[in-house]
């Protein structure tokens, strides 16, 4: 499992969320909303610290971005890649298979 953040949205998230050098950004499963791998949930973010081991972190720019094993299952099987969408000018997601 991995997690790939796009330049054009990591300047997202310093732009419009306004993190900072030593922010932490987890991922985490929701109830609700649409996602192409789990039928009635989505994907969500949240500026939190870990409250236990992080099952993966990423740090770019001094930004980490990481998912606790609590949500291992709504990722179990693909990589998370954090984009940005032209159009809407917001992120998305996109999820690649693990082989």
Known sequence: MDIKVSEKALQ???????????STIKFQAKYGGYSPIHEGF??????????????????????TFFIEDTDAWYFKGYQLHVEFDEDLQEVKYEYEEEK
């Open 12 to 22: 997202w998230f310093k732009d419009e969320v306004e993190v900072k050098e030593g």
């Open 42 to 63: 989505s994907l969500a973010f949240a500026l939190n610290e870990p409250i236990e081991e992080p099952l993966v972190t990423k740090e770019i720019d001094n930004i």
